[in-house]
């Protein structure tokens, strides 16, 4: 063989090693499970569904091993109900809830509890909370009755009332191809983090992540910030001046995120190279990530893997000094983390709330949002679901409100609703809810109710926002679309004009407050209702109802007295004493106590606040005789009177 032949030869043995090294093959289901332990779900599914004997909608490079290539090998018998699992979990990964049904359905069919579970899931992402109740049914234990709590919820949050108060949209022209979340505050301009493509974008590299600040609906990256080659970039919160950012770097190793979280400083259009955060945030062998600086500057919080936590991630929070650095320990916020995963906290500080997601909760989907009131260092009450449709049944998380009062206004949140791959940004607002004032007009003496008091409330310009009377408990109630400095007045015959002001509550967002009592005291009178008082020198002519000819000055102060009390109300009664029939006396005092009130009527006072009365003989006040049954002419005088008696003030 010449020498040239032996070369061909040997090239051609070259390339036949060569392509038997390029094409050696792996099993369609090693591959998949080989993508699946990376984290690539997408590739996995694909050949899951070869390794199932189904042609996948794609082809797939089996690229975690150069060198091979995927054989059609099809699974079978226990293999093929534990791959269809996988596969199943796969979708559930990506978030495909239509694809996972119907493989869960044949595996639960089959008698697959734990396909049943995630079943009943698939079901409730689905929208059919009938059915998934129904799967559900033939299960039993804790996982299975949390997740019937969960269809509950789900139910209950579909045919809620107030849906059409909730206004949450996509915001056009912002999100693009590649992920778009995490919106943050800087300086009065929204910072987002993306992955779309932009001048440094490079077709044979998948996008990084970058900040990029908002304008309108278009998105620019932030200036001064040096790309990182080798780390991804974003998820960061600013200090209140704007000149200091926490960001997230990190990177993917095997489907496993490594992250920490770096400081910036800027200085006119630059920002510093970021700097590892000391071990109090970033802790030796965990990963810290998703920084939110409260609006005060005072405290960083965080979520992270970090020992001492609960399970999963949970949120941090820590001090920072003057200079914006972490201060002190790190303290796990006990109060809302869960066995699960909770991250991206945001705390509004007008109102006093934290908002998170979290995957650990009952909810109705991945991860929901939740609200918790409370403050930073203190306490906070139970979380709870923000609900639908702040939620939906994929991803719900990086929340943001710029409003000054309202929690749910002017706010942004990251979702991937209506995405098979990534998260884009939302707005929402909520319709401001009517908020409720009420309290108590109580005497200040006894604490007691009072009711059918005037109640008037003005705002700080003297504008009357409510009035109204107290009801049987004394108490008064109104609505307000927000709340603001009110001052309360309170008007109740017999009492002082009394006067409570209504503060702003420290949390905007509560729909009811609960005003000090507004306390009256009763006026001090000299003379008291239900008391009868002699009007001494009124006499009549003899026999007769007529008041005797004269000045009738003994009139004077009761005329005075009730006009400084124009609401009062007086009886005048009529006594006689024991001469003569009892019905004759009983008509003659009734028609002398309706002389007294004529002559009270001419001179100005109404009708309306006088009551003519007749006593005659009944009820003497002296004795008509005397014990040896004489006539007692001083007794009988002091029985034939005249009273008058205050019904009210």
């Given amino acids: 063989m010449s020498g040239n032949i032996k070369k061909i030869a040997s090239l051609s043995l070259l390339c036949l090693g060569f392509s038997a090294m390029t094409f050696a093959q792996t099993s ?9 332990n990376k984290g690539e779900y997408y590739k996995a599914t694909q050949l899951y569904e070869q390794a199932l004997g189904a042609k996948p909608s794609t082809k797939a490079a089996y690229n975690p091993y150069t060198n091979q290539r995927v054989k059609g090998e099809q699974v079978t018998g226990s293999n093929a109900a534990e791959t269809k699992l996988k596969l199943a979990e796969a979708y559930f990964k990506l978030r495909n809830y239509q694809k996972a049904e119907p493989i869960l359905k044949e595996l639960s069919d089959a008698g697959n509890a734990n396909a049943t579970l995630l079943y009943a899931q698939a079901l409730k992402f689905n929208g059919k909370t009938e059915e998934a109740v129904a799967a559900l049914s033939k299960l039993s234990g804790a996982d299975a009755q949390k997740e019937l709590t969960s269809v509950q919820f789900a139910k209950d949050q579909y045919s809620r009332k107030d849906l059409g108060l ?8 912002l999100n693009t191809e590649g992920a778009t979340y995490a919106p943050a505050l800087q300086a009065g301009n929204i910072v987002v983090t993306s992955s779309r493509a932009d001048a440094t974008y490079n077709s044979k590299k998948a996008n990084t992540n970058k900040l990029y600040t908002v304008s309108g609906t278009s998105a620019t990256l932030v200036s001064g910030l040096a790309a990182d080659k080798d780390m991804e970039q974003g998820i960061a919160s600013f200090s209140p001046d704007g000149n200091t950012m926490y960001i997230t770097k990190w990177t993917v190793e095997n489907g496993v995120k490594k992250s920490g979280i770096y400081k910036s400083t800027k200085t006119g259009d630059n920002w510093s190279t970021p700097e590892l955060l000391s071990d109090a945030v970033n802790a030796s062998g965990a990963t810290s990530r998703q920084p939110h600086v409260t609006a005060d500057g005072k405290y960083l919080l965080f979520s992270s893997n970090r020992a001492g936590g609960k399970g999963g991630n949970d949120i941090w929070y820590i001090g920072l000094d003057g200079s914006g650095n972490p201060t002190g320990t790190a303290t796990n916020l006990s109060a809302v983390n ?3 995963d909770d991250e991206a906290p945001f705390y509004h500080g007008p109102s006093k709330s934290l908002v998170f997601a979290s995957n650990g909760l009952v909810g109705l989907g991945g991860y929901d949002l939740y609200i918790t009131k409370g403050s930073i260092g203190g306490s906070f009450e139970a979380p709870k679901n923000m609900g639908y449709p702040v939620n939906s ?8 409100s710029t409003d000054a009062k309202s929690v749910y206004n002017n706010a942004y949140l990251s979702s991937d609703r209506n995405s098979e791959c990534c998260l884009d940004i939302y707005s929402f607002n909520r319709t401001p809810i009517m908020k409720t004032i009420g309290g108590m007009v109580v005497d200040c003496a006894t604490g007691a109710g009072v009711s059918g008091a005037s109640v008037q409330v003005k705002d700080a310009a003297g504008k009357v926002v409510h009035s109204g009377t107290t009801n049987a408990n004394g108490r008064y109630e109104f609505k307000v679309n927000d709340y603001a400095a009110f001052n309360t007045t309170a008007t109740v015959t017999g009492y002082e004009d009394g006067k ?4 702003i509550p420290g949390d905007e967002e509560q729909e009811t407050l609960a005003a000090s009592n507004l306390c009256v005291t009763k006026i001090k009178r000299e003379i008291e209702e239900n008391v009868a ?7 009549y002519d003899y026999n007769s109802y007529k008041l005797s000819k004269g000045p009738y000055s003994q009139f004077e102060p009761l005329i005075k007295l009730m006009n400084d009390n124009p609401n ?3 009886e005048i009664i009529g006594h006689t004493d024991s001469k003569g029939a009892d019905e004759y006396n009983q008509k003659l005092s009734e028609r002398r106590a309706q002389s007294c009130v004529d002559y009270l009527a001419s001179k100005g006072i109404s009708k309306d606040r006088l009551v003519a009365i007749g006593k005659g003989e009944s009820e003497p006040i002296a004795d008509n005789e005397t014990a040896d049954g004489k006539d007692n002419p001083e007794g009988r005088a002091k029985n034939r009177r005249t009273e008058f008696k205050i019904l009210n003030y």
């Fill in 28 to 36: 369609a289901l090693k591959a998949a499970n080989d993508y699946y």
């Fill in 166 to 173: 909730y206004k949450v949209d996509k915001i056009g022209g």
């Fill in 338 to 340: 869960t066995a699960g």
């Fill in 393 to 400: 049944v994929k991803d719900d998380i990086y929340y943001l």
């Fill in 500 to 503: 409570v002001a209504i503060a």
């Fill in 533 to 539: 008082i002699v009007l001494e020198n009124v006499k």
């Fill in 568 to 570: 009062m109300k007086i």
